[in-house]
């Protein structure tokens, strides 16, 4: 963990003895009392944490100091991106929604797809909490104290139909995030338009759509079209799910102007 980041209801209450963050820091870390620490309110400002006292039932109270003076640690404004994906392996998806989260992305959809496998949609990652723990993961990586805002979708119809993009802003970060018109990119090895890498550098953000691992249908082929999206290659290999949204991901920083 690069920084520990709090909930805001967290503060003034012990972290339990099992907790990942109580065990990092007194075993990872090996704090002891009176020990300070780079911490976090998630979405909210960075600053210093404490350990005011470790109880002897092996919790600890911390307090938290707001690093309000500071312009150099207020919430990260996320990337201008948006990712939506296609159900897939539960454990590949809490990859992917850390290394999204991580990398930046200001939101991340999961869609239903005509060659995805079905059962991967019934998979509990999305309401036992386990999705938000990547998500915390991810942002714990990058020192930053937001996660991207997280959508299910049942198709790709219902996704293309709603457009969620043309919202003003994101809740995550502090600022409006799609205000210009973006680049709609679908990837797609197999009857792509053109190739990703051949993009330009844009002041435009992006929003990308990552099919599952045996690819689009030809029907949702042309939902893209009719939707106004480019489907472009990420070259010859046929990708992990994770591995081409995280490639996808860090070429559209390259791309985009934040």
């Given at each position: 963990?690069?920084?520990?980041?709090?909930?805001?209801?967290?503060?003034?209450?012990?972290?339990?003895?099992?907790?990942?963050?109580?065990?990092h820091l007194l075993k990872v870390l090996r704090k002891k009392c009176g020990d300070s620490f780079e911490a976090g309110i998630l979405g909210g400002m960075r600053?210093?944490?404490?350990?005011?006292?470790?109880?002897?039932?092996?919790?600890?109270?911390?307090?938290?100091?707001?690093?309000?003076?500071?312009?150099?640690?207020?919430?990260?404004?996320?990337?201008?991106?948006?990712?939506?994906?296609?159900?897939v392996r539960p454990i590949q998806m809490r990859r992917i929604l850390r290394e999204l989260s991580n990398i930046g992305a200001s939101d991340i959809d999961i869609v239903g797809t005509d060659m995805g496998e079905k059962s991967y949609r019934d998979t509990k990652l999305l309401l036992d909490g386990g999705s938000h723990d990547a998500l915390v993961e991810g942002a714990v990586q990058a020192r930053d104290t937001t996660i991207p805002?997280?959508?299910?979708?049942?198709?790709?119809?219902?996704?293309?139909?709603?457009?969620?993009?043309?919202?003003?802003?994101?809740?995550?970060?502090?600022?409006?995030?799609?205000?210009?018109?973006?680049?709609?990119?679908?990837?797609?090895n197999v009857r792509p338009e053109g190739?990703?890498?051949h993009l330009a550098p844009s002041s435009r953000p992006a929003v990308m759509a990552i099919g599952p691992?045996?690819?689009?249908?030809?029907?949702?082929?042309?939902?893209?079209?009719?939707?106004?999206?480019?489907?472009?290659?990420?070259?010859?290999?046929?990708?992990?799910?994770?591995?081409?949204?995280?490639?996808?991901?860090?070429?559209?920083?390259?791309?985009i102007e934040n």
């Open positions: 963990m690069n920084i520990i980041l709090l909930e805001e209801h967290e503060l003034g209450h012990n972290l339990a003895r099992r907790d990942e963050r109580t065990i600053g210093t944490g404490r350990i005011e006292k470790i109880n002897f039932d092996g919790s600890i109270f911390i307090s938290f100091n707001a690093s309000e003076n500071d312009p150099s640690l207020p919430p990260a404004l996320r990337l201008r991106l948006r990712v939506a994906v296609a159900f805002s997280l959508a299910v979708y049942d198709s790709l119809d219902m996704w293309l139909k709603e457009r969620p993009w043309e919202l003003s802003s994101s809740s995550a970060g502090s600022r409006p995030v799609f205000m210009r018109v973006p680049l709609l990119l679908a990837m797609d190739s990703l890498f691992e045996r690819g689009w249908s030809d029907r949702e082929r042309d939902l893209f079209e009719k939707a106004g999206f480019l489907r472009l290659s990420m070259g010859e290999r046929a990708l992990r799910a994770e591995t081409a949204c995280v490639a996808a991901a860090m070429f559209a920083m390259r791309i």
